[in-house]
């Protein structure tokens, strides 16, 4: 294929308002009046900003400001109706008589809804769909008002606990750094990664390309809490909302590789409206630090220790001397070295202007964040200038364009398993040992001060364009074409100055330059018919063309000379490569709907899709899809019954539907590839096998079955939501081993296997107290999760050890268990409960492992409460709760394995986790076998977690008037600030695995930093 | 305005149907993904990769080469390996089994995709070139290489899947290198007289025709003798002129270029050493060591076949770069003795090695004079992959277990050498992937 450079897509994307304009036409100013007033709560009588006004009939359309105020001109003079809109608010419709010339006063109050039929949801259709036609569940986030109440830095925080069915795992508490997102549990053995859209734009959000910060030297280790995501490259003051569609029943229409859920990221936008420029600007200043302990170490300075000394005649235990035999010396160096920790600076700067008129709106925004980690060599800076621009030419198009550049400078610390990290080396110290000036007292690998100097930064770009435009040539015919570009590009620098790393003493320089482009385009058109008053038909139709190609170039100079001298070309060796890879898709559609009195929705779909990773036997995958929706609340013959259940509505929903995940590229083809042949004196290129492939690959076939409901009573003060589902994923993406007598190495991919996850949903959402001085919102999410490897598809096979794992077999994927479970043997058992002990005084385990558990949460509880007072305080607080998992302490397990294991916080600490006897002096004796059992490592990893907490103040509109503003608050938040847990490792959420499927242990990866700020936000 | 429109729409119909019919016509090639990584199966059918295809051979060969004379070098007598790794152990101990993962990784997988590349590269070939095929060089290279990767395939696995079909055993897979080897003198011979065809003869050309004949002659020779097929044996071996040696290359470009010997022996240091019988064998400069006092002392230097050999009893380091000696007269001369039994001119011979040997000369006949010319073999082809076939063949076809046998002398004490052992078994990977491959 053919591609433009970045200049004429910028270029095609800039002209095609043009043809919007050369449809516009003028508006009308002849025989017109005006409409202007508020609009405020019906419960707190506070003004509610960002309603659209709209007037049946007419292009006029005013939007309130943070008064609640509108006005709204050129409004053609009779009869008309006028329609009050916003999300989370019931739509109000009045009528108002216009005269020629004159102005009519309207204010109206809006209720707030906690279930609403009528929001419009993104589908993938190309149409506003409405709620209530839904038979699937969808979560909708408003996130304008999350990022005005919580400090959140990026869209894994926005979705923590807050929508139920998806499950965010953070790595670490570095910034920068993205956790896992797995949406109604894992569906694949190869991936369980949902797509993104941005506006309706194909997002990237694999990792940036940064190099591990595990990395000793060059050669780096491939395991790392500290993965990145270009999910970050996008700014949550910039988000408007986010729609988070789940499975395969909802997600059909976005096809082969939606199997594992669709997030759709809307961005704010201006409000097409009669309307005052609105100026928007928020500054937050806060710190970031390590506030969960760290554990202590200990040595027993005994009179071996004490008397120890070096050929030299040095003693090589300084820290003992002048102390008395067995006295027990602890040290924490993490905590006591001032080089290990700081509290790091948090600054965040957010300006937005929007506005806009009866045939356009815009919105602009430029923001600045600054967030320094706790190490020293940690931050993470992102800046960020967004627009978007709305044009209505006419009353049969309209076209929007939007511009997205953001720019991110990350540097990574040294961590996880790598003997240059802080974590490792102090809490693997042994106090009063003598130690070289590299380590320094206490430490046990390396010094801070060296640790440090790792300078691992990657500077990333990212530039997304997108154009849609919707045209309605007629009231029946409705079209809808997006087309986007989105280009990631990122040069990661890793340096070692000479004599700075041990691992490199000659010095090194690292580049690559990883570059990611997607392109969309999507087109959907609608045909609306109605047969008669009581039926509706929608017919959709459309395609769906994505290309997504990846490429980099790396560098490596080795040996660098001189401090100052860091360019590649200088080095002693040097050493080149890049890569390449390719993939394309293209889908079609059709669904129909058919509606029957606005209250029962039943609709049909197919989605065919080709993709360029199939394989060349299997052409193309169809994925059918079918929904009812009921509101049963509007039921006339059930009337009654809603009445006495005091029902605002209630909807009643089923969906099954299937969707795919695509092959990885070229995992289908059968492939050599370039290697070098020495011939004599000379080299010459030679072919060699690469990829044995596999002409029948096709994609994964996810598919699910949901019900459930949507009800909302006492007046629209309760909402209820439940869902439950079962989805299973078959022809799964496995790697099956080529036997090598093929002649190609390893394996390759084959559709085999199921899996399958079934759960529940449930969110509840109300207001108990509705008080003009006093109202307070809460809101209650529950998700559960089975995951369950059904087969693996391959004779004899029952179980597999995940890919990556490191330190022994703890985890498996094994028929009939959740995939990535834990496993380990566990001790054998005396009569009286204490374990078996061999000759040697051995622990004896059982010949098989056990299963101990699941590697991620069973149970999520999200809990939110937002309390308002008198108008102009508000108190918010979210609590996260995740059970029924486990996490492999590796960290513990290394101190209580290595040499006496005196740092073993099992020995020392109050924590201790060993199987107790009956006996503590037998616990005592106890220790010393335990510690080298795995499974006394696998522990339970509850937890609940204080999320989020602000306090928010309103500045009373005289004061805010004075400084020319409509509005302005001030809010005080903090976050991960209190955690309850049973797990003795020091943070049950970290993983320092996170590049890798499946894997999860706790491994010296930083922990979920506390953090505080303040912000400021003004209104002009 | 409406009639305008309509116009408008009518217009942006028509350019729709035409992206659209040209979208549908461009969408194979739209998905058809650019891959300039790697070159797919069914495209590599014309000249530009005749040479590509033979250098892919040779390429694989190299490596594996080194792999395979490492490994079975432990596995035989040949050497005592010290290392802490656990798989390694087992090697040494002949107590390997389908899920060794070091043999599975460096050993087994490697020398089938050598044999494979040469099969495959060979049918390629003829394809691509058509009748010129039978002249030239480039498939001659392809199937002696071919035909050794096959031998080594017979003499070290006790049987062994080709292309995923069931567990052949070593006789056919002795027979088909011999097809291979003859298909390689044949072409070779008939590239030669092409060559001297020519107006302007390039010597080069006939050099390397007669090179490779002679490599194929005593790659059928070694095939023959382990199939104890005597009068083919002699019948290839006779025809090696004096003086040939064929060598495989390494340079120090990269890792995958460099010596695996040099690697293990040199640039890691993980204690392997001289077994048993060549530790004993400390006067003479073919199998050369350090020496010393230290545990150092017995890792072995560059022996005869290795281009770092300098004929001194200390020896020189293995070479990152440099060669080996994969084929040579002296292994014809080896051949043609074995094959002709206990003479005279096997006597001859034998003193004449025993001589490089700094050994003085024996008067030895019968059963003596061939174990002798059974330890000079040793001794000339030290750690050059030829142990563990002389092994399997004097023990199938001589009644003779030269496999270290009894305590093994490793640091853990109580463990013995695995006494019935003497092939490598097929992997894991194999039995997995290959439904031919039956239960071991």
């Keep these: 294929m053919r591609s433009l450079n970045v200049r004429q897509q910028i270029a095609a994307v800039l002209a095609a308002p043009l043809i919007c304009l050369a449809l516009a036409q003028p508006a009308s100013a002849q025989g017109t009046g005006s409409i202007r007033g508020r609009v405020t709560d019906a419960a707190s009588q506070r003004p509610i900003t960002d309603v659209q006004i709209a007037v049946a009939g007419s292009p006029a359309i005013a939007v309130t400001d943070r008064a609640g105020q509108f006005v709204l001109a050129n409004v053609p003079a009779g009869e008309r109706t006028v329609t009050a809109r916003r999300i989370g608010f019931t739509p109000v419709t009045r009528t108002a008589s216009v005269q020629a010339g004159g102005q009519v006063v309207l204010d109206l109050q809006l209720s707030a809804s906690a279930t609403t039929l009528d929001q419009v949801v993104v589908t993938g259709t190309g149409v506003a769909a409405e709620r209530r036609t839904l038979g699937n569940a969808i979560t909708t986030l408003d996130v304008a008002t999350i990022t005005e109440k919580a400090s959140v830095l990026n ?31 894992a569906s694949s053995l190869s991936g369980y990664r949902p797509v993104v859209y941005v506006d309706g734009i194909r997002y990237n959000i694999d990792e940036i390309g940064s190099f591990p910060a595990t990395g000793n030297g060059t050669a780096g280790l491939a395991q790392s809490s500290q993965v990145t995501s270009a999910l970050n490259f996008i700014n949550p003051n910039d988000i408007e909302s986010i729609e988070v569609i789940m499975g395969p029943a909802a997600a059909t229409l976005y096809g082969a590789d939606a199997a594992n859920g669709v997030i759709q990221i809307i961005t704010k936008k201006g409000t097409r409206g009669q309307q005052e420029l609105r100026w928007t600007g928020k500054y937050e200043r806060g710190t970031a630090e390590l506030a969960l302990d760290t554990p202590l170490n200990y040595t027993t300075c005994t009179q071996a220790r004490i008397d120890l000394r070096s050929t030299a005649g040095d003693t090589l235990w300084p820290g003992c001397q002048g102390l008395a035999a067995n006295t027990v010396i602890t040290d924490n160096p993490i905590q006591r070295d001032p080089n290990a920790l700081r509290t790091g600076d948090l600054e965040r700067i957010s300006l937005s202007l929007r506005g806009g008129g009866d045939q356009y709106s815009f919105y602009v925004a430029g923001d600045r964040d600054t967030e320094e980690g706790v190490f020293f060599n940690s931050y993470n800076k992102r800046s960020s200038a967004r627009g978007n621009f709305t044009f209505v030419p006419n009353d049969i198009s309209n076209f929007l ?97 000479p004599d700075e790393n041990d691992q490199t003493p000659e010095g090194a320089v690292l580049q690559r330059t990883p570059v990611t482009r997607v392109y969309s385009i999507d087109y959907a058109g609608n045909l609306l018919y109605s047969p008669t008053s009581d039926l509706t038909s929608t017919t959709t139709f459309g395609t769906q063309i994505i290309s997504n190609q990846f490429r980099q170039l790396s560098a490596t100079g080795t040996g660098l000379g001189a401090p100052t001298v860091t360019i590649i070309g200088s080095a002693q060796t040097t050493s080149g490569s890049n890569n390449f890879s390719e993939n394309n898709s293209v889908g079609y559609f059709v669904q129909e709907q058919i509606g029957w009195k606005n209250r029962l929705f039943l609709t049909g779909a197919v989605r065919a899709d080709d993709n360029s990773s199939f394989g060349s036997n299997f052409d193309v995958i169809v994925y059918p899809k079918a929904s009812l929706a009921w509101v049963l609340s509007e039921e006339p013959a059930l009337a009654n019954l809603v009445d006495a259940a005091r029902l605002s509505s209630f909807k009643l929903r089923g969906a099954w539907g299937q969707a795919g995940r695509a092959p990885t590229p070229y995992s289908a083809l059968q492939t050599y590839s370039i290697s070098v042949a020495t011939l004599g004196t000379t080299t010459g290129s030679a072919l060699r096998t690469a990829s044995f492939g596999n002409p029948d690959l096709k994609p994964e076939r996810g598919e699910e079955f949901e019900i459930g409901f949507d009800a909302s009573l006492l007046a629209d003060r309760l909402g209820v939501d439940f869902t439950y589902y079962n989805k299973s994923t078959r022809d799964m993406l496995v790697a099956v081993g080529v036997a090598p007598s093929s002649g190609f190495p390893v394996s390759r991919l084959d559709n085999l296997g199921e899996v399958t996850n079934r759960g529940i949903e449930a969110a509840v959402s109300g207001t108990p107290i509705q008080q003009p001085n006093l109202i307070w919102e809460s809101r209650v999410n529950y998700a559960a999760n089975r995951n369950e490897l059904v087969d693996f598809g391959i004779d004899g096979r029952t179980s597999e050890t995940p890919s990556g794992q490191a330190y022994g077999a703890v985890q498996q994927h094994r028929e009939g268990y959740p995939l990535g479970g834990y496993w380990a043997p566990l001790p054998q058992r005396n009569a009286d409960g204490t374990p078996v002990l061999s000759a040697t005084g051995a622990v004896v385990l059982d010949t098989v492992a056990s299963f101990l558990g699941s590697s991620v949460p069973l149970h999520e509880i999200g809990l939110s409460n937002t309390v308002t007072l008198f108008e102009n305080f508000r108190i918010y607080a979210l609590l996260d709760y995740k059970g029924g998992h486990k996490l492999f302490n590796l960290k513990e397990r290394n101190r209580c394995q290595a040499g006496a294991a005196e740092n073993c916080a099992r020995t020392n600490d109050s924590r201790a986790r060993f199987p107790v006897s009956a006996s503590d002096s037998l616990l005592a004796a106890e220790i010393p076998v335990w510690r080298t059992v795995p499974s006394a490592y696998i522990e339970d990893a509850t937890f609940i977690k204080l999320r989020e907490v602000s306090l928010s103040f309103f500045l009373p509109q005289r004061l805010v008037a004075r400084t020319g503003a409509s509005a302005a608050n001030i809010t005080l938040s903090g976050r991960n600030l209190a955690l309850w847990t049973d797990y003795s490792g020091i943070d049950p959420e970290v993983n320092s695995y996170g590049g890798r499927l499946f894997v999860r242990a706790d491994a010296y990866a930083l922990p979920m930093t506390r953090r505080f700020s303040a912000s400021v936000n003004f209104t002009y | 305005m409406r009639q305008l429109f309509t116009r408008r729409l009518g217009r942006l119909t028509t350019i729709a149907a035409v992206v659209g019919i040209g979208g549908i016509t461009a969408c194979n090639d739209f998905l058809t993904a650019e891959n300039p990584g790697a070159i797919v199966a069914e495209d590599v059918t014309d000249a530009r990769y005749a040479t590509l295809i033979t250098n892919g051979v040779i390429g694989e060969f190299q490596p594996m080469l080194g792999y395979v004379t490492w490994w079975n070098a432990i596995f035989t007598d040949e050497l005592f390996n010290r290392a802490t790794f656990f798989e390694e152990g087992l090697i040494d101990r002949r107590e390997v089994t389908s899920t060794n993962g070091t043999y599975a990784f460096f050993y087994y997988g490697n020398l089938h995709r050598t044999r494979f590349l040469a099969d495959n590269g060979a049918e390629r070939l003829k394809t691509i070139l058509g009748d010129s095929a039978s002249r030239d060089l480039r498939l001659a290279r392809v199937q002696a290489y071919g035909g050794m990767t096959y031998t080594y395939i017979a003499e070290a696995l006790c049987a062994s899947p080709i292309d995923v079909s069931e567990p052949l055993p070593s006789a056919e897979l002795f027979a088909r290198a011999i097809d291979r ?172 090695r025993r001589a490089v040997g700094l050994q003085a000369p024996v008067a030895l006949t019968g059963d003596a004079l061939m174990a ?21 063949r004097y023990k199938e076809f001589y009644g003779i277990d030269l496999f270290p046998q009894g305590t093994y002398p490793g640091t853990t004490t109580g463990l013995t050498y695995s006494a019935g052992t003497t092939c490598w078994p097929l992997t894991l990977a194999e039995q997995n992937g290959n439904p031919n491959a039956g239960t071991p």
């Design chain 2, 372 to 392: 002798e010319l059974r330890d000079q073999r040793s001794r000339d082809f030290y750690l050059d992959n030829h142990r563990l076939g002389d092994l399997r």
């Design chain 2, 181 to 352: 080897y003859d298909e390689a003198i044949a072409v070779a011979a008939a590239a030669k007289i092409q060559a001297k065809a020519q107006t302007r003869i390039v010597p080069r050309d006939t050099l390397a025709a007669d090179s490779l004949r002679n490599f194929a002659l005593v790659g059928a020779a070694r095939a023959a003798l382990n199939v104890n097929d005597k009068a083919a044996a002699i019948a290839y071996a006779s025809q090696v002129p004096a003086g040939f040696e064929f060598r495989a290359y390494y340079s120090e470009n990269s890792g995958r270029e460099n010596s695996w010997m040099w690697n293990r022996l040199v640039a890691g240091s993980n204690g392997t050493m001289l077994n048993t019988p060549f530790a004993a064998m400390d006067t003479d400069p073919r199998v050369p060591r350090p020496g010393g006092t230290t545990v150092l002392a017995l890792i072995p230097n560059a022996p005869p076949s290795y281009s770092a050999y300098n004929g001194t009893l200390v020896g020189a380091d293995f070479a990152r770069g440099g060669w080996v000696r994969i084929a040579s007269s002296l292994e014809a001369q080896y051949i043609l003795a074995e094959a002709r039994g206990a003479t005279p001119a096997t006597l001859d011979f034998v003193n004449a």
């Design chain 1, 401 to 497: 364009i939007t511009v997205n550049y953001l720019q991110t400078d990350l540097r990574l610390p040294i961590g996880d398993e790598s003997p240059a990290g802080i974590l490792l080396s102090g809490v693997r110290g042994q106090p009063g040992f003598l130690r070289p000036a590299s380590v320094g007292p206490g430490w046990s690998t390396i010094d801070p001060a060296r640790s440090n100097l790792y300078n691992n930064r990657t500077a990333g770009e990212r530039i997304t364009l997108g154009a849609t435009l919707n045209l309605d040539p007629f009231n029946w015919f409705r079209n809808r074409l997006t087309v986007g570009l989105d280009n990631t590009n990122a040069k990661a620098d890793l340096l070692f100055l």
């Design chain 1, 155 to 185: 869209v894994a925080e926005i979705l923590q606990s807050r929508t139920p069915g998806v499950t965010v795992l953070p790595g670490s508490g570095t910034p920068g750094t993205a956790g896992e997102i797995r949406i109604r549990g």
